[in-house]
């Protein structure tokens, strides 16, 4: 793994609504290798701080989390498809 697959893992570790499922699928670690990679790769303080934050959040869980999908609640939805007729 090149040090931009280790620097994009992390950044997705971090963020709040991409799920371990998705670092699965794109990089095929596990829960257990990101915590693994996150303690080798960060400060003993940074990866506390981040173990606090992810453990037990539901967004971070795809079977815990009941919106799978992020969508703003001011994003319009898309009715058939098709493009509104601006006046």
Do not use: Y
Not at 16 to 37: C, G, K, N, S, Y
Not at 55 to 70: L, W
């Amino acid at each position: 793994m090149n040090s931009a697959d280790i620097d994009r893992i992390i950044e997705m570790a971090w963020e709040d609504r991409t799920p371990f499922d998705a670092i699965m699928r794109q990089f095929l670690l596990t829960e257990q290798d990101v915590i693994e990679l996150m303690r080798k790769e960060m400060k003993l303080s940074s990866f506390k701080m981040w173990r606090k934050r992810v453990q037990g959040r539901s967004t971070k869980h795809m079977a815990q989390n009941v919106d799978h999908r992020f969508k703003c609640s001011r994003q319009r939805n898309i009715t058939g498809n098709k493009i509104s007729k601006r006046k």
